[in-house]
């Protein structure tokens, strides 16, 4: 009976954490985050927003407190390429928009093709000091996958540089890859496997990681076909901390040398060496 016990309150310990995703401030959500806007298709902010709050990439990525402002009736269109959003076929909430601080209200479309959108209304909204929260089921408008997000501002805010809707973050708790690679390197690490691939038709260049439970995130290299990928290596403490650093050495095509190029796992730049200027 203890040991029963015992075994069930160890589980939910060690099960619990996963379950949900952490971003500093923002209220917690109940899902594990796969993926986030890799890059802005268009943004059109509304009148008077300006440097920095008409910053698109500032939408793209974890939320992480700075956020892209729509102004007055302003939008803004994401993908998360690789990856595309789908339905994780239950009602839970498939991805999750950030606003940042004061609440600004905007509507939410998700399209397969770029042209025709869903309007898709919100499961979930919390809300706290450092900003909002809203979660989106796509299994309500159908099976197909959506590669991309749309934001309309409805706040009627105007005046300030900041107006409108403040979009820190698009977190998607459940994809599938939405294109071909060809793997060209592979390494592991604590039980980790990371593939250095790059996409078929793009040409884009990225290392995926997959986690002993099948879970899988991409580090974007390039977006473009401006590299050739050699080899991958996997190592730690490049920048000081206990995260794994991922270092690539590619071609660059515009001038052929070889580069390395070194990324954390959460894809920020740590180093760049040019192979054509180190004896
Ligand atoms: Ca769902
Ligand atoms: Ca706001
Ligand atoms: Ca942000």
């Known amino acids: 009976m203890n040991s029963n016990v015992l075994f069930v309150t160890t589980l939910l310990f060690t099960t619990t954490p996963c379950l949900a995703q952490v971003y500093a401030g923002y209220p917690d959500i109940p899902a594990e985050a796969i993926a986030s806007g890799t890059s ?25 407190d700075q ?43 998700v399209s397969s093709d770029n042209k025709t959108w869903l309007k898709i209304d919100p499961v979930s909204s919390e809300e706290n000091g450092t900003g909002t929260v809203k979660g989106y089921d796509v299994d309500s408008l159908g099976a197909s996958p959506y590669p991309y997000i749309k934001l309309v501002d409805t706040s009627n805010e105007s005046g300030a540089s900041s107006a409108g809707a403040d979009i820190d973050g698009i977190v998607i708790a459940s994809a599938k890859q939405s294109a071909e690679y060809n793997i060209v390197d592979t390494d592991t690490r604590n039980g980790k496997v990371f593939n250095l691939e790059q996409e078929k038709t793009s ?28 080899a991958l290596s996997v190592q730690g403490n490049f920048d000081c901390d206990d995260e794994k650093d991922l270092n690539i ?21 740590i180093r760049t060496i040019d192979n054509s200027v180190i004896n």
């Open 67 to 109: 956020a892209t402002s729509l102004g007055r009736g302003g939008s803004i269109i994401v993908t998360m390429a690789p990856m595309a959003l789908i339905g994780d076929t239950t009602s839970a909430a498939d991805f999750y928009v950030y606003e940042y601080k004061v609440y600004n209200s905007w509507d939410t479309y």
């Open 40 to 64: 802005v298709i268009n943004y059109t902010p509304g009148p008077g927003v300006v440097s920095p709050e008409n910053t698109p990439s500032y939408a793209l990525g974890n939320p992480n």
């Open 203 to 230: 040409g884009a260049v990225d290392v995926k990681i997959i986690d002993k439970a099948n879970g899988v995130i991409h580090v974007p290299f390039t977006t473009d076909d401006s590299l050739s990928p050699v």
């Open 249 to 269: 050495l590619a071609v660059r095509k515009s001038d052929g040398v070889a580069v390395n190029i070194i990324k954390d796992i959460s894809g920020n730049d």
